[in-house]
């Protein structure tokens, strides 16, 4: 059953923060929401607490309308960035809140309520934190207290708005992995609401990317990086950036090489995007048929080389990534310059509203034919 | 003060720095000793100036005692519709967002500008035996103005700001963030009010109060205009010690000693709550 969302508009004034957006998440089911700020990820996440209406569309939770309930009624638990605790309680009064100011015929019984908090806090591993205040607690300790206020009152749906975006790389790391973890013991219907896509991808059963207000993709972290939907999807999680080509006929041309294009029918297309991941720009003996790069920035990130190159016909330097090991066997940068392959190529036709009209992925056999400059349609730079 | 500018400043400061910084410190506090500390004295020795007994005497007067009681009611009264008020408006400024906001700020604001003389006028103008509500007020036999409805409605208009103001920067500040999750968990409007909103504004509430209450005890004004000066009746603890200075000076020095006296404790009560609490009501101060 689960949550179906349908169709929600909502919009501030003239700045639309969601268009026409439809989900379904279900039972049990830990789903990211990804997208850059302003994409309308948060205005979801309130609609569905119920701190927010949306001006059209639906959410129905196992056949019963969820805009219909109180915020209060939802039996929802939020999780902010800034954690939101009470600093004038003690850890102990923050979790047990949801269940005081329950109405006193469905109140549990103090010595209920005190055994809950006891159970929780020892869930998010925080016994011994119990009188303490928020402000004598750190970042991620403060944030487990927010997780054990929010399960307190035993929520169907858990929200997550940037739980880790306030907290620094490390613990924000480990964070991750136990909340996991704690998904996988809870099983909660959760939504968490990012920017950050290797927390998204790394967590999730299923990412939902959002941009301007409208779902570009729903997938698994794997579709969604192998096969990105839209040029957006493609450049915002899997660093897909747009190289000067152009489509003519069944042919793919770029930088003086063809390539056929299979079942590719964008003849009508208004724009044409043609993105290359870094790790699919891969080091080419030098002479051969590769493409010549010059090498303009290199930093050695732990056992991965990141490289600036410029090539022609592009004012952004391409960014590529190899392996170390690679890059020391290769070793053959000539002045600075260097061969390389592009080993897979994302090709999206949009129309003028921008929707992809056609997709294709091409992996160019290295050797290709050489070809005459024809006349070439308008493309994306 | 000198310890605190030696601790801000790194190292041994020029000879030149040193005598500006003593120069300006001196200063200032010559001004405030000439203009808050010497008069304040002055009162008390006034008061005591013709000894012990009399100073009793004259406050035992029963007009005296009849303005005390009367500035207490007002305040009693004035205060707590302020507090209400205070809140409510503080609250809709920083939580809801509405046509003419602007406006309502402004409006706030507005006593702190205009001259209370003037706000006593006004409250003629409209309450007053020819205002426009008089001769329906008349016929329902209440009098507001010359009574103490007019009193109050005067320290009211007077000191509205004091709670309001003192509330809004600490609202703003702390976003809604804190009652949208009290929300979310369960609780129902006056349990948001009074255990989350109301806990995190206590100090600053109590500061604004304070403010509000002295000045509500010490307005002169706005409520000489509409209190029309009945001894015993209408006269309120200022009123009372204007008059008694055209007649007794030594009398009316030992009333203002207890307005004075009233202005020092609600100082001391102010310093001690900004020791205290001062990072709750850091917003500004």
């Not at chain 1, 549990?108 to 925080?126: F, Y």
């Not at chain 2, 007053?128 to 409605?153: C, M, R, T, Y």
Request: glycine fraction near 8%; proline fraction near 5%.
């Amino acid at each position: 059953m689960g949550i179906e969302i349908s169709r929600l508009r909502r919009q501030y004034g003239a700045f639309v923060a969601l268009d026409d957006v439809s989900l379904t998440i279900g039972d049990g089911e830990f789903v990211a929401v990804l997208g850059p700020s302003g994409s309308g990820k948060t205005s979801l996440l309130r609609i569905l607490a119920g701190l927010d209406q949306p001006d059209s569309g639906s959410v129905v939770r196992d056949g019963h309308d969820l805009l219909a309930l109180d915020a209060r009624r939802r039996g929802v638990g939020l999780v902010f960035q800034h954690y939101a605790l009470f600093p004038h309680m003690t850890v102990a009064q923050n979790v047990a809140f949801g269940l005081r100011v329950r109405p006193w015929h469905v109140r549990p019984k103090a010595s209920v309520i005190k055994a809950n908090v006891e159970h929780l806090l020892r869930q998010v591993e925080l016994e011994g934190f119990a009188d303490r205040y928020p402000s004598q607690l750190s970042g991620g300790q403060r944030q487990r207290v927010a997780f054990a206020r929010a399960l307190a009152i035993e929520p169907r749906l858990l929200l997550l708005d940037e739980p880790f975006g306030a907290l620094d790389a490390q613990v924000r790391v480990t964070l991750r992995s136990w909340l996991r973890e704690f998904h996988r013991s809870l099983g909660i219907t959760t939504l968490f609401v990012t920017h950050d896509q290797d927390e998204a991808l790394e967590m999730a059963d299923r990412v939902v990317v959002m941009n301007r207000g409208r779902i570009e993709q729903i997938g698994t972290p794997e579709q969604i990086y192998r096969q990105p939907a839209t040029p957006f999807a493609s450049r915002f999680i899997a660093r897909g950036q747009s190289v000067p080509a152009q489509v003519h006929g069944q042919h793919l041309h770029l930088f003086g090489h063809a390539w056929r294009i299979e079942n590719f029918a964008a003849d009508d297309a208004h724009e044409i995007a043609v993105h290359v991941r870094p790790e699919d720009i891969a080091l080419a003996p030098m002479g051969g048929d590769g493409l010549k790069a010059q090498l303009i920035n290199l930093r050695h990130v732990g056992g991965i080389v990141r490289a600036s190159l410029r090539v022609e016909n592009r004012d952004e330097p391409l960014e590529a990534e190899w392996n170390e090991r690679d890059w020391v066997r290769h070793s053959a940068a000539v002045d600075g310059v260097v061969n390389v392959h592009l080993q897979a190529l994302t090709v999206f036709a949009t129309d003028r509203e921008g929707r992809v009209q056609a997709r294709s992925t091409v992996h160019p056999p290295h050797a290709s034919f050489p070809v005459a400059v024809g006349p070439w349609r308008r493309v994306e730079a | 003060m000198a310890v605190i500018a030696s601790v801000v400043s790194i190292g041994r400061p020029a000879l030149s720095a040193r005598i500006a910084r003593a120069v300006l410190v001196l200063a200032a506090l010559a001004v405030l000793g000439w203009l808050l500390v010497l008069p304040l004295l002055a009162i008390f020795t006034e008061a005591f100036h013709q000894g012990y007994a009399f100073y009793l005497d004259a406050i035992k007067q029963p007009d005296t005692i009849a303005a005390v009681r009367l500035t207490l009611t007002v305040a009693a009264i004035a205060v707590p519709l302020n507090l209400v008020f205070g809140l409510a408006a503080a609250w809709s400024m920083t939580h809801f967002e509405f046509r003419g906001k602007a406006l309502l700020g402004a409006l706030i604001d507005l006593p702190f500008s205009i001259s209370p003389v003037i706000a006593g006028m006004m409250l003629i103008l409209v309450y007053g035996k020819d205002g426009w509500l008089g001769s329906w007020l008349e016929a329902h036999g209440l009098q507001v103005i010359f009574a103490v409805p007019g009193l109050v409605l005067a320290t009211v208009l007077v000191t509205l700001p004091f709670v309001a103001r003192e509330l809004i920067p600490l609202m703003q500040a702390q976003g809604s963030e804190q009652e949208e999750a009290a929300l979310t968990l369960g609780a129902n409007g006056w349990q948001i009010f009074f255990r989350v909103t109301l806990p995190r504004v206590r100090w600053a509430l109590l500061y604004g109060v304070l403010l509000c209450n002295a000045r509500a005890m010490g307005e002169f004004g706005a409520v000489y205009v509409v209190s029309g000066h009945l001894r015993g009746i209408t006269n309120t603890l200022p009123l009372q010690v204007e008059q008694l200075y055209q007649e007794n000076f030594s009398a009316a020095f030992a009333a203002a000693s207890l307005l004075a006296l009233l202005t020092v404790v609600t100082l001391g009560i102010k310093r001690v709550v900004e020791w205290r609490h001062g990072d709750a009501l850091n917003v500004h101060h």
